[in-house]
């Protein structure tokens, strides 16, 4: 597949996951099972926020970077991303949400999300359909 045609195929659904994560960030408060859709969509999020740059830096000509830390790392240098630090934290708050969970750290990471990370998905946004509709 054209890596252009690829990047652009992800970042249509990124765009719908984070409208998706934006629609569920508005409630004020959830029970058990909307708070772990919640933090699903943000996993979701990560998922093809990093996976839209990789096809985005394969197609600028990076074809060994592969990974979201590598991956992350490259888009920082080349402007893609602004804060390489959060998406740093945004990557290991993914982490811990995939593999481990609990209340307590459900909580922690949704006001997380709602407070850091949504800005950084929405920035990202932006700043990709700056390079050209999908």
Known sequence: MDQDVRWKQRFANYRKALENLEKASIQDSYNELERQG????????????????????????????AGPKPVMRQAFFDGLISD????????????LAAHTYDLERAILLEKEIKARFLAAFRQLRTRLEGLGEP
């Open 38 to 65: 919640f933090i699903k969509d943000f996993e979701l999020c990560h998922e093809l926020a990093w996976k839209t740059l990789q096809d985005l830096l394969r197609e600028r000509g990076y074809d060994d970077i």
């Open 84 to 95: 390489g630090e959060l998406w740093g934290a945004l990557h290991e708050a993914r982490n």
